[in-house]
């Protein structure tokens, strides 16, 4: 998995993601992945709160294969993007965090975000 291929294997793993794809490739003229993986982020959440756990599942899925991609730019992705964005420290998403695959709850803690909400430090 690539920087570049990364989206279009996103879209193809979670059809249900294409047309927020699509929105905002009209909107920028391009894919600008950091950006997109906002969308992406709020995607999984709502999928969260709306109880669709195998739609959750399938995006955690390809989210713990893509911090496994030799492209640390993907991997960077992912733990700017999407872990950060969650925002693990948060108590209303412990939980949430919690049920994720082990090296997306690694790379949370990894990056000192759950260290931080222990101290009571949010950011």
Known sequence: MTFEDVVDRFVEE???????WR????DNG??????????????VLHAHER?????VERCLDFLERALH?????????????????????????????ETWPPFLREQAARD????AAARGNTR
């Open 69 to 97: 991609s030799t492209d640390v730019r993907v991997r960077e992705l992912v733990g700017t993007s999407f872990v950060y964005n969650v925002g693990p420290w948060d108590p209303a998403v412990r939980g949430f965090v």
């Open 112 to 115: 000192g975000w759950q260290a």
């Open 30 to 43: 391009e894919v600008l992945q950091h950006v997109l993986f906002w969308d992406v982020t709020a995607f």
């Open 14 to 20: 979670v059809p249900e993601f294409a047309p927020l």
């Open 51 to 55: 109880g669709d756990q195998e739609l």
């Open 23 to 26: 929105e905002h490739v009209a």
